[in-house]
């Protein structure tokens, strides 16, 4: 069955038409997010994945930011560099896919209980067609929590993102989501801690912001 269509084609266009899979050909081991981000993040993992779940780590790195002491049967991840998938400690298998131009995911209808998607989404030109794919391979009462900042590869983005606000952000995934068949999401949208002597006085980290969907049961 297609996707519903919530994009026009010129929300989809991006400064840097080239192969996605060119852009990320050299590993990044680097954190693109600031700990305060990571810490919530691994937090909101904490309170909402199962343990003994079976994890997707959906446009992954070489890190998973689950938390250390809590086992799952078996976590998954997927992204666009084998080095990065490679050197990640959490992931028990992994392959690598330009969801761009594939939106197919090779698992199984029914078989994962929670897909993480880690400042990913901005970077999807056919969120409709992931989004139709991850509620076909989610489980009833799995969830799928897509988390993200300010941040960006701006050249990469697609319009509809760059384009907008924090606040369309959320929207945008959370209608793209209700569109494929997923209830209506809850939203989080928190600020964080800065580190060093900005955190001592005050200052604010990067913004945590996440959308979190649970397919309903049936």
Known sequence: MP??????????YKLDGSDDALFYSVPRFVHHLDAGFRARLTQL???RIPPC??????MSSWVSHLPDDIHYDRVVGHGLNEEELTANPRLDRHWVQNLNRDQTLPLDDDSTDCTLIVAGWQYLQQPEAV???????TRPKGQVIVAFS????????????????????????AEVL???????PEIVAESTRGGGVMGLFGGNGDPFFAVVATKPLG
């Open 178 to 184: 209700m569109a494929q068949g997923w209830p209506k």
């Open 53 to 58: 779940a079976q994890v997707l780590d959906l």
């Open 131 to 137: 989004a139709a794919e991850l509620l076909r391979i």
């Open 3 to 12: 996707a519903i269509r919530v994009l026009e084609e010129g929300q989809r």
């Open 45 to 47: 993992y904490r309170e």
């Open 150 to 173: 300010n941040r960006m590869f701006f050249t990469k983005a697609p319009q509809i993102w760059t384009d907008g606000d924090d606040r369309d952000h959320l929207s945008y995934v």
